[in-house]
């Protein structure tokens, strides 16, 4: 049993959704049923109607033939005895009783018009009297039949006319029946019963089996659901398990993939960092060699922070998906200007051969707040885009501006690198995938000489993105480009 229930439910039933079509088929099951109820009710209260009075004309018709026909049958005489006159009488009587005995059938009698009256004649001595005997109706006889005379009167004419027999309705369920009375021929009257023929356990039995049916049939619409959503639940489960496989083999793939980009960008950051590094080393050399006791102090700050970026570097080394906190962090008080200013006097003028053809314009203002990001990302963040107007000026002379400035409406820092060079290509400032312009795309370049090109841009919006920042770019109308950072310090 517990084998059964626990392979029963490995099956996905839906069973909000059998609730809904079991609720929806019930419910259309139930109204198609009322509408036939109702259709079936109506055929079988016309049937019974049509039935019921033909049952109450032939039963009053057959009443009245037996009367006939004993009357035709029967010759009295002078010659009849006491006996045979009891016979007679009896005979009438049992008519009479037999038809008072059906279970629908509440009253009977004869009409005759006597002595220019109608009289009623509901037993034998009557009957033998008027027909044999020729005498009057007792008074009895003239009293207990009231309405049936009253309805006599009003048919009377009509019945001497066409001698048919005639069926007045009361109510649902009962009949007054008149049938001619013609013995040996000659109309004499009619014979008038009251008939209640009650079919209604006909039409109990008929609705009470159609109900059956209707049950049968919604449960069989039951058992049909449950099958059907067995067979497809196994179906389902068959699917989920393809399914299944085919997710983990595609979440294998992204994993890979995501790792794949992530050692991919961490490769290109450590070669660029290495290569900064190496500039720094030479760095840190030239001012131990040149180190004098008047310049010790500026010496010993400026060999701090070239040692505290190689020490950036070495970690960077290890993570090829760092911390987000060893980035962003609000123990980070870094003040943009100052790392702008460092790069510009200790990495890029030290450079001979920058120093000659490049000039550098710094409107810093010095009213910005510090910000929560470390350092030495900044770095990261900024000397590869002042690296790239560098780059891009193919030897000649070139003016580079580094802005920054604070947006009052909206608290946010904006830090500008512009240059008045030849500018970035058009196709490259075209946005591609992902909605990211194509210039901060990972080997995207103009550079033909260089294999490990198209990195510079890629990794200054890679890490800006991670610090929370966004990076943009655009060409000058007046020539040159200009690189935006957007920095919410809010």
Not at 139 to 165: C, F, G, P, Q
Not at 307 to 326: E, H, L
Request: net charge negative; proline share 2%.
């Amino acid at each position: 049993m517990v084998e059964l229930k626990k392979k029963f439910e490995q099956y996905h039933f839906e069973w909000k959704h059998l609730l809904v079509l079991f609720i929806v088929l019930i419910f259309f099951q139930i109204i198609v049923s009322y509408v036939q109820k109702i259709s079936l009710r109506d055929l079988v209260a016309d049937t019974q109607e049509w039935y019921k009075q033909d049952s109450a004309e032939k039963m009053a018709s057959l009443t009245t033939t037996s009367i006939e026909l004993l009357l035709e049958t029967t010759k009295p005489g002078v010659n009849q005895t006491s006996e045979e006159k009891r016979d007679m009488i009896r005979a009438f009587n049992i008519i009479f009783s037999q038809q008072l005995l059906e279970q629908n059938v509440t009253d009977i009698c004869i009409l005759a018009r006597i002595n220019n009256e109608i009289k009623a004649i509901d037993d034998g001595n009557n009957l033998y009297s008027i027909y044999y005997e020729r005498h009057a109706v007792t008074s009895e006889a003239d009293t207990t039949h009231d309405k049936a005379v009253r309805l006599y009167k009003e048919l009377e004419r009509s019945m001497i006319a066409n001698e048919r027999i005639y069926s007045i309705k009361e109510g649902d369920h009962t009949f007054h029946v008149f049938v001619p009375f013609v013995p040996k021929g000659e109309y004499s009257g009619a014979v008038y019963m009251k008939i209640s023929p009650n079919l209604e356990f006909i039409s109990k039995q008929v609705i009470s089996n159609y109900d059956e049916t209707a049950l049968i049939f919604m449960a069989l619409i039951f058992f049909g659901l449950l099958a059907m959503f067995y067979i497809s639940s196994y179906t389902v489960k068959e699917r989920d398990e393809t399914q299944q496989l085919l997710f983990e083999e595609h979440d294998k793939y992204l994993r890979e993939h995501i790792t794949h980009q992530k050692e991919s960008l961490f490769t290109q950051r450590i070669y660029h960092t290495h290569h900064k590094a190496e500039k720094v080393m030479g760095f840190i050399k030239e001012d131990l060699n040149a180190l004098d006791p008047d310049s010790i102090e500026n010496t010993k700050q400026r060999v701090t922070k070239y040692a505290n970026f190689i020490s950036r570097v070495i970690y960077d080394m290890k993570w090829y998906d760092p911390p987000v906190q060893t980035i962003r962090n609000p123990i980070f008080q870094t003040d943009l200007n100052e790392v702008i200013n460092f790069i510009v006097d200790h990495i890029f003028l030290r450079i001979s051969t920058i120093v000659d053809r490049i000039r550098f314009h710094r409107w810093l203002d010095e009213s910005l707040p510090s910000v929560p990001v470390n350092e030495f990302v900044v770095w990261e963040i900024i000397e590869p885009l002042i690296q790239n107007s560098i780059d891009h000026s193919q030897g000649k002379e070139i003016d580079i501006w580094l802005i920054t400035k604070r947006r009052e409406q909206d608290n946010n820092i904006h830090v500008i690198i512009q240059d008045n060079g030849h500018g970035i290509e058009p196709a490259l400032l075209e946005t591609g995938d992902h909605g990211i312009k194509k210039i901060f795309m990972e080997n995207q370049t103009t550079k033909t000489d260089n294999q490990n090109a198209g990195y510079g841009c890629y990794l200054s919006y890679e890490i800006a993105k991670r610090a929370g920042w966004k990076l943009d770019a655009e060409n000058v109308s007046t020539g040159g480009c200009r690189f935006i950072l957007t920095i919410n310090n809010r």
